[in-house]
């Protein structure tokens, strides 16, 4: 089992829909999560960081399974802003080391 | 404030030529990072600094070198170019604690011909 799986989409969905990315993670000692976002040729952007009872940021919604081992993200009422590649980070410790990146979700968002 | 600052931000080399990417970074972060990024396969740690003075290896350190003489300052350098080192390099920085994000640099385009 890879260390940090993403499913690499694409996700083509109409403006205004909800949709859904999950991340699933192996090592069970991981610490903290993070979702970033990545624009086509561009440096990846902290979009939020993932906390153990769930977090919401506007119309993003982060969620933590340790039991099942994955994070989730959830973006309601999808902007053609929101056209990116999502890439999940999962940090085992304080080490550089254990800060892993998933390869990312590409999401598309049609008028 | 600038944040994390690369340069260059592109860059062509012949096979052998060496060079050295300089990031620079104003917030005061005590980690640093360099992470390549290759299509299809995500973002990969070269090396990294949790204080000045110290580097270590990450997941790809072969054919690469770093330096942290002062806190601000995170040098990549390559002694003799690949074409397998054409890539996107990444400069990143950190506060340190478990729950800190990287912040991300504009990113180095590398091309070895």
């Known amino acids: 089992r890879k260390e940090v799986e993403q499913d690499p989409g694409p996700f083509n969905v109409p403006e205004g829909a909800t949709v859904a990315f999950n991340c699933t993670y192996s090592n069970s000692a991981s610490q903290s999560f993070f979702w970033y976002r990545q624009d086509c040729r561009k440096e990846p952007k902290l979009l939020m960081s993932v906390y153990s009872s769930g977090n919401e940021d506007g119309r993003f919604t982060a969620q933590l399974n340790r039991a099942s081992q994955y994070i989730s993200l959830l973006i309601r009422d999808s902007k053609l802003s929101d056209s990116a590649t999502y890439l999940c980070?999962?940090?085992?410790?304080?080490?550089?080391?254990?800060?892993?990146f998933g390869k990312g979700t590409t999401l598309s968002v049609s008028s | 404030n600038a944040g994390v600052t690369q340069t260059p931000k592109f860059r062509v080399l012949k096979t052998g030529q060496s060079m050295t990417l300089l990031c620079a970074q104003d917030m005061n972060h005590e980690y640093m990072y360099w992470y390549r990024q290759d299509p299809g396969m995500g973002l990969r740690l070269i090396h990294y600094s949790v204080g000045e003075g110290t580097t270590a290896k990450g997941e790809v350190p072969d054919g690469y070198n770093v330096s942290r003489l002062k806190k601000q300052n995170f040098l990549l350098g390559l002694e003799s170019a690949a074409p397998s080192q054409t890539s996107v390099y990444f400069c990143?920085?950190?506060?340190?604690?478990?729950?800190?994000?990287?912040?991300f640099g504009n990113g180095t385009r590398l091309t070895v011909t």
């Open positions: 990143a920085s950190s506060y340190g604690g478990y729950n800190s994000p990287l912040h």
């Open positions: 980070v999962v940090r085992a410790n304080q080490a550089g080391t254990a800060l892993i």
